[in-house]
């Protein structure tokens, strides 16, 4: 499924995010265009999360602009975003414990009818999409962190978005788990979700994007293809430093193909 | 002019009785990022306790403080290894298990006494110092030196020794102090060991001055938080100055508006601190944790 | 070729297993359990009115556990449903208490007619006084509500002219419903019991229903709530306009019932602001019956302790409920409720294995 080269969808113009002497966020800009799947990438502190924090509106940008569907929406408080189509997920899995699985996903769902039974009914038929039916009656406490993700995912998915912000859904768990988790996100892409996602993992970066942005220390330093990143000499060095053996060899086929 | 003076000074003395009261607190606050409900009990447990050793052995207050505030402050280390330890991670049960240790404390007090008013009469409590025009109680002004001297003291007890660095790493930053080796539990103990101490120590200093009853703790807690927030967080000479700023604020209002509006005078400070600028006027980043959140 | 992955692809996983659940009639309660249950609730509640409708002690101690278990089922609606910690409702208390008093002795207007609209202004008294105050983090945010506390008594003892200051105001009795003034005590048990029903069952609908959801989120992570949409602060003010105007409505029966009001009375925390979050602790914080069952388990204790031991040991019951509070935060944070659930889970746990 190819993004259409229409207006995007979300994107940051310049931002920047400053607290006291540290400038977390540096000048960033970015578009993601309706049905693209773009992942950000980046080593830890590259201010990848404070960067989905200015999309989300829990923080504000010092500098730059951030547009949603063609509306500047600096001003625009976390609730409001999401009531207009912007689902998110959270570093740390934030279930509402006492609830269970389905209550979870009714806080989403009552978005768009107060009505308890109908916000019930959306819950279930979220659940189902999910695959997580199975566990609607289970208190959010007790199920495991590949479950927990997955009803984020759920609650998130029940406002009805537009666009899905996913902060490092795979975050400890195992291959196989992971394969169910980019099955799904592949599932509700093909139904035409757009996504913009922060993943440590790369391989589910090369099975599940379009488009990669690199972070570094706050500031955007690539941009392009799953292939062309991950291949890249400039961001093996960001990861990995220097003078590492994979960064020559990375070099070497970068000239060529400069 | 003379009466505006007067009143400068009488805010000056008061100030330095909630400065004395709040650095406790103060330092409680910063540290373990707790509110304690209790600490004006604590400074009620410090007052009975300098009543006692007065009316039983005839110690003077500014003595027994050695014995009494040593006491209290075994008395804070118990409380923080039993109640507020287990509770850590629980803000809220915080509050009702400090607010329960309030009426605890009060109520206990209030059996043992049977509702008697205490106070330790004699010469000290009504001596008066003249100076130039202005009449000045002698026990405010030795409080007012005492709350100096035990700033200072604490000042340079963090600055100084290794448990005082200690101290000011956990405030900074609890994770990088682990790291680093500090056993932060501990310090914790000792922290509010000490801000126990503190209190009990202002409760005996202040036992010429207030008349002892069970309930005495809450005339000062309000304006102790009012102090803390405004001096801010984590910072020893904030409470000092807060608290010096709390006493002519409220000494100016009592004058020029009416008396009764001193805890009118203590929320709005406390308020507009908050609204304004939630770090106080000396606090560290860390204040944020405890009670603030970031706007939006 | 080198790249930072290695390169390869993921492997396929298993198809998730298909395992029945819980049949969906059982997941949320549906109305008709949710109603039923309160009804046999409500039934259970007022067997003892049954029991001792001709015993004048007793039927006073009902009342008053009565009164407290609706006050703290009305706190419970932001404390334990909403998880904002407040310790000043006895602001709005005494907003019901005073207002009523005053339109009762100065223009002799029947205490039926303006319960409620003292109940709506005690609502938009909560939600100005508390607007600010919502960005605070639970302490700061008790502490905040701890000095509007504050503030209210020394307001309420200097506005001599209209609360009759340090000396309260009294209502002289004059029997007759439209009065609220009742000879026999039942009548006021009776009328205590309404309140509580009305506010338990105000209670159940707001579970069922989208603020009652919302406010759920909100206590349990305010991040995630705006994330779902939730206007975190309009949710946590309308938890507090309802909690504070269903308080104002106790404070308008307690003034009917005890005739005699001063500032003591309806601001000293331990008996007042603090007790409603206390019952609600002991009961179960953020259920339903917890504080009607923490009202039914401390009042008619406290009587007891207070006619016993009031002048032998004064502060005992105080004390006691103190450290029944600490011990609580300590050991029982969900309560009776708490405990009762967990044997039930644990029993349901071993007939299923």
Known sequence: ??????????????????????????????????????????????????????????????????RYLGEAINALPPHERARRGMGRTFQIAKPLIALNALENVMIGAFLHDANLNVARDRAYAVLERVGMVHLAARRAGELTLSERRRLEVARALALEPKIVLLDEVMAGLNQAEVGIEIDLLRSLHAQGLTF??????????????????????????????ADQILNSAAVIEAYLGAGHVGSERAAASDEVRA | MDIFFTVLVFGLLLGGIYGLVSIGLNLI????????????????????????????????????????????????????????????????????????????????????????????????????????????SLVRVVTLVAATLITIGLHLFLARTMTGKAIRAVTQDKR??????????????????????????????????????????????????????????????????????????????GFYIDPVLRSAVWFVIFLIVLVVKPSGLLGQVGAEEVGFREQH | MSSIDGGKDLPRPAAAPARPGAPRHEVIATAQRAW????????????????????????????????????????NIIGGFGGQFSLGHGVFFAIGAYSTAIFVTRW?????????????????????????????????????????????????????????????????FKAGLANMIFRDRWAYALLMFA??????????????????????????????????????????????????????????????????????????????GVKFALLSLIGGIGTIWGPLLGAALIVPFENWLRSAYADSLPGLSLAILGLLMVLAALFMKRGVMGVIDDLLKRRRGKGAS
Request: hydrophobic share 55%; charged share 10%.
């Open chain 1, 1 to 66: 499924m190819t993004a259409n080269a229409s207006a995007p969808m979300l994107e940051v113009r310049n931002a920047s995010k400053q607290f006291g002497g540290l400038r977390a966020v540096d000048g960033v800009s970015l578009a993601v265009r309706p049905g693209e799947i773009v992942s950000i990438i980046g080593p830890n502190g590259a201010g990848k999360t404070t960067l989905f924090n200015l999309l989300t509106g829990q923080l504000v940008p010092t500098e730059g602009e951030v």
């Open chain 3, 36 to 75: 039923l249950t309160y009804l046999g609730g409500m039934a259970l509640a007022f067997l003892p009115f049954v029991a001792f409708i001709n015993d004048a002690h007793w039927l006073n101690i009902l009342a008053l556990t009565y009164l407290m278990g609706g006050l703290a089922a009305s706190w």
């Open chain 3, 195 to 272: 309140f509580v029903a009305l506010v338990i069952a105000l209670c159940v609908w707001l579970r069922r229903s989208r603020l009652g959801y919302y406010l759920l989120a909100v206590r349990e992570d305010e991040d995630a709530a705006r994330a779902a949409g939730i206007n975190v602060l309009g949710v946590k003010l309308k938890g507090m306009a309802l909690s504070a105007g269903l308080t104002a409505i106790g404070g308008t029966l307690f003034t009917m019932y005890l005739r005699y009001i001063d500032p003591p009375t309806l601001f000293t925390l331990p008996e007042v």
């Open chain 2, 176 to 253: 990088a102090a682990r790291a680093m080796g500090i056993n932060v539990e501990k310090t914790f103990l000792i922290t509010f060991g000490i801000g126990a101490a503190l209190a009990g120590m202002a409760g005996v200093l202040l036992t010429p001055i207030y008349s002892i009853t069970p309930g005495v703790g809450g005339n000062f807690i309000l304006a102790a938080f009012a102090v803390v927030v405004l001096g801010g967080l984590g910072s020893v000479w904030g409470a000092y100055l807060g608290g010096l700023v709390v006493g002519i604020v409220e000494a100016f209002a």
């Open chain 2, 29 to 136: 606050f910063g540290v373990v990022r707790i509110v304690n409900f209790a600490q004006g009990e604590l400074v009620m447990f410090g007052m009975y306790g300098g009543f006692f050793a007065w009316h039983w052995w005839g110690i003077n207050p500014y003595l027994s403080v050695f014995l009494v505030a040593p006491l209290v402050g075994l008395l804070g280390v118990a409380i923080q290894r039993l109640v507020i330890q287990p509770l850590q991670h629980e803000p809220n049960m915080q509050i009702f298990a400090t607010f329960g240790l309030l009426m605890l404390f009060q109520n206990l007090m209030l059996m043992v006494s049977r509702g008697e008013a205490y106070s330790v009469g004699g010469q000290v409590g009504s001596t008066v110092l003249t100076v130039g025009d202005l009449k000045l």
């Open chain 1, 196 to 225: 913009l996602i922060i993943e440590h993992n790369l391989k589910v970066v090369r099975a599940f994007s379009e488009r990669v942005i690199v972070l570094d220390r706050g500031k955007l330093i690539a941009e392009g293809t």
């Open chain 3, 108 to 172: 002799g207007v029947s205490p039926w007619l303006t319960m409620i609209p003292i109940a709506i202004f005690a609502a938009c008294v909560a939600m100005l006084i508390s607007w600010p105050t919502f960005r605070l983090r639970g302490p700061f945010f008790a502490i905040a509500t701890l000095a509007f506390n504050e503030v209210a008594f020394v307001l309420a003892n200097h506005a001599e002219s209209l609360t009759g200051g340090p000396r309260g105001l009294s209502i002289p």
